[in-house]
């Protein structure tokens, strides 16, 4: 079976192992802090597939941002990364094949070989970390969309009537009311509007400090403020499912990401397969946590390479 | 070049003719009212088969409804259609291959292969009519998801507040604000929200009574009360068409049914370009009318039939 170096670029750290086409991990996991320029992250990563050369048939990588249609670049500046970061050709690292794709196309291919999403025919997979992020894979193929740009999840509207405008500059988009961030919006918004913040442990709080930690928290201890909230954002994340099963009618939808552990998956099926128009979908949370993006670049690098 | 026998069993007829793989069609389109029951209507059909049986290769049928993954059946009931029209096994018809796909699939590879969409990468199609249905083809194949029901973009929601009930029974589905109903919804909120229905020509019709011809036609006679609705309207298919446009990534959006002759499409696209995360999204008016269904039928047995 052929193998593949996955490396996972991430904001802090490059994280890289060899994987196999079933997404099998072959090789002990290593990670190296990522430089602070762009010249410097295209030498460690050069140096990183030199030290594997011989024992691979590709190279993927995993990383934030969008990526072109070639699969060869990271068009988009992400504020984790240099300057430069954009410029870089990733192709001309080696004569082996490389594959770059965004991190979240990557989650969903680990998922969908290896993961959570193993064996069903089309896995919708949502990240809900800071923001929400997505991909789409149905009968193996990642589906990219027409500049490789598809699955921008987080920016679906759910209000039409520009109600709370979203980091992003623009009104109601999905993850200004169901992220992490979403969250912590939900907790203002709330404050000012439900009475029991009048009565809940954070009433002396400013609405707007009032943390994602905070809220969880809160729900474990019982208060009434923070589980209305809490609900809140269960809410306006699920109307953004039902609205993705819809469109998508998925046989599996994995939840990825940081905010994915105070989800409870079961309860959200339940209510999915009640709303949605087509009822047969399992919610699951994913399971390649931060190997990931690692595994996703190395099981896509070995799909492209082999076509 | 290999020919299909296209079929649109509509509510009222059928609809049918000889295509090529390009969508070209090669004979006369002939017509027959569609019969009451669902026997009549399978010999109805087996008859048409027979008719044009030494000019084809394969046989593709349009129809309203969800279509099984098989693309054999039509599973859900449609009001138009007979009781147990979801019995049939229409590949039983002939022994050539048959291949049935839902009306709104047939007509987004109608306006792919040789209409509006021609030439593009990923091809969005929305049908804004009574109601509002889509399809979506990206490299020259359709995604339909895990059980052939994707693409149920009327249900979208653009609204997370349980505000206005839906026909379908749920709450705040795109095409109840932005399809032709959802037009007459808007005017019937409209009459108790907007000052300018006081001075309207339709100041003294019960506001449920305003139809979509009313505002329409009030429209070109400069009416403020019915350029206010319309405008809502149009703002309401605007943020579906966003959101459809971030998840899709598409290089062309296709706009049919009854209600696009009064969409301004180049306005649409400048909007839809400015809003959307990525932009370069062509927003074009179907080219195909009537015929989409049974060219789109034709085209797509023609390509299930070569793999």
Same mark, same amino acid.
Request: with cysteine; proline share 2%; net charge negative.
């Given at each position: 079976?052929?193998?593949?170096?996955?490396?996972?670029?991430?904001?802090?750290?490059?994280?890289?192992?060899?994987?196999?086409?079933?997404?099998?991990?072959?090789?002990?996991?290593? *990670?190296?802090? $990522?430089?602070?320029?762009?010249?410097?992250?295209?030498?460690?990563?050069?140096?990183?597939?030199?030290?594997?050369?011989?024992? !691979?048939?590709?190279?993927?990588?995993?990383?934030?941002?969008?990526?072109?249609?070639?699969? $060869?670049r990271?068009?988009?500046?992400?504020?984790n990364l240099?300057?430069?970061?954009?410029?870089?050709?990733?192709?001309?690292?080696?004569?082996?094949?490389?594959?770059?794709?965004?991190?979240?196309?990557?989650?969903?291919?680990?998922?969908?070989?290896?993961?959570?999403?193993?064996?069903?025919?089309?896995?919708?997979?949502?990240?809900?970390?800071?923001?929400?992020?997505?991909?789409?894979?149905?009968?193996?193929?990642?589906?990219?969309?027409?500049?490789?740009?598809?699955?921008?999840?987080?920016?679906? *509207?759910?209000?039409?009537?520009?109600?709370?405008?979203c980091t992003?500059?623009?009104?109601?988009?999905?993850?200004?009311?169901?992220?992490?961030?979403?969250?912590?919006?939900?907790?203002? $918004?709330?404050?000012?509007?439900?009475?029991?913040?009048?009565?809940?442990?954070?009433?002396?709080?400013?609405?707007?400090?009032?943390?994602t930690?905070?809220? $969880?928290?809160?729900?474990? *201890?019982?208060?009434?403020?923070?589980?209305?909230?809490?609900?809140?954002?269960?809410?306006?994340?699920?109307?953004?499912?039902?609205?993705l099963?819809? !469109?998508?009618?998925?046989?599996?939808?994995?939840?990825?990401?940081?905010?994915?552990?105070?989800?409870?998956?079961?309860?959200?099926?339940?209510?999915?397969?009640?709303?949605?128009?087509?009822?047969?979908?399992?919610?699951?949370?994913?399971?390649?946590?931060?190997?990931?993006?690692m595994?996703?670049?190395?099981?896509l690098?070995?799909?492209?390479?082999?076509?």
């Amino acid at each position: 079976m052929k193998k593949a170096l996955g490396i996972d670029i991430g904001g802090t750290k490059i994280l890289y192992g060899i994987v196999n086409e079933k997404g099998e991990i072959l090789s002990e996991l290593k *990670k190296t802090p $990522t430089p602070k320029t762009a010249d410097e992250i295209y030498s460690t990563l050069k140096k990183i597939i030199e030290e594997n050369y011989n024992d !691979i048939d590709a190279v993927g990588l995993s990383s934030a941002g969008a990526v072109n249609l070639e699969n $060869t670049r990271v068009l988009s500046s992400t504020p984790n990364l240099p300057d430069g970061y954009n410029q870089i050709d990733f192709s001309t690292l080696s004569d082996k094949k490389i594959y770059v794709e965004n991190d979240a196309n990557c989650a969903c291919a680990a998922e969908y070989q290896n993961g959570a999403g193993k064996g069903f025919r089309t896995v919708l997979m949502i990240t809900i970390g800071t923001g929400i992020g997505g991909g789409m894979i149905s009968e193996g193929k990642l589906f990219r969309g027409s500049t490789g740009n598809a699955l921008e999840v987080g920016s679906l *509207k759910i209000f039409a009537d520009k109600r709370q405008k979203c980091t992003c500059g623009r009104y109601d988009c999905w993850e200004s009311y169901a992220s992490g961030t979403g969250l912590k919006n939900c907790a203002k $918004t709330g404050a000012q509007t439900y009475p029991e913040f009048k009565t809940s442990i954070y009433k002396d709080k400013l609405p707007q400090d009032i943390t994602t930690y905070d809220i $969880t928290d809160g729900v474990e *201890k019982n208060d009434d403020f923070c589980v209305k909230v809490f609900n809140q954002w269960i809410d306006y994340m699920f109307v953004g499912l039902v609205s993705l099963t819809d !469109i998508f009618n998925p046989d599996c939808i994995v939840i990825s990401g940081g905010m994915c552990s105070f989800i409870d998956v079961e309860d959200l099926e339940k209510r999915i397969n009640e709303e949605s128009v087509v009822s047969n979908t399992k919610v699951k949370t994913a399971l390649t946590g931060n190997n990931a993006g690692m595994i996703g670049a190395g099981v896509l690098a070995l799909s492209a390479s082999s076509r």
